[in-house]
């Protein structure tokens, strides 16, 4: 486990500072969907979960105009796992917006390099998720987050072989999908959320 998190910390370190040669890396590593879902994943995205949990229910988030709402165990918990889950199924949808567009921009058509593409482009950003225990500091995992979407956009021609006049347009097709998707997840986690925490909203 010990040697899992040091391999973890280490692509997380490469994707955020040596992009295109990391990206270069992963295009021709051996792997499957379940495989980085299992071993990379699972483990990332459970940091920013933990960071809300914890800074939700000891320091509390701001709320405009008023001060700070702490939130019991159960509540936190609830909240965390729910965003957990919606960074995992983001994540695997945006990589299926990828591959279906991927042949409308001559790209290379492939579940698994879109899946690493998808994936290891939100690494910085799930890093980052360790802010979110002081509260306050959401807005820089925000900052990264858009970091986050360089680097997916410098993997595009590399894993996918877009050609670089293609590059943009497909880019901006992505981003605006990511829209859609997480205005639909959000919906839907709102849902959930009014169910087991009605009266909690998150800020």
Do not use: C
């Not at 939100?122 to 680097?151: E, N």
């Amino acid at each position: 486990m010990k040697e899992k998190f040091k391999e973890m910390f280490e692509r997380v370190k490469q994707i955020s500072f040596k992009t295109k040669d990391t990206w270069a890396t992963i295009k021709d590593e051996e792997a499957t969907v379940s495989g980085i879902f299992k071993n990379y994943l699972l483990i990332l995205a459970a940091v920013p979960a933990l960071a809300k949990f914890l800074g939700r229910m000891i320091i509390g988030y701001p709320v405009p105009f008023s001060r700070s709402i702490r939130l019991s165990f159960g509540e936190s918990l609830v909240t965390a796992l729910i965003e957990y889950l919606i960074v995992l199924v983001g994540i695997w949808a945006v990589s299926k917006i990828i591959s279906f567009f991927a042949p409308k921009f001559n790209a290379v058509q492939d579940d698994v390099k879109s899946f690493k593409l998808s994936a290891y482009s939100y690494s910085p950003y799930l890093a980052a998720g360790i802010l979110y225990i002081i509260p306050s500091l959401s807005p820089l995992v925000g900052l990264v987050g858009i970091y986050a979407l360089v680097v997916l956009y410098f993997g595009l021609p590399i894993v996918l072989d877009v050609p670089k006049e293609k590059v943009l347009p497909f880019f901006v097709v992505i981003i605006v999908s990511m829209v859609v998707i997480y205005i639909i997840i959000g919906a839907i986690s709102n849902l959930f959320l009014n169910i087991f925490t009605p009266d909690v909203f998150i800020g």
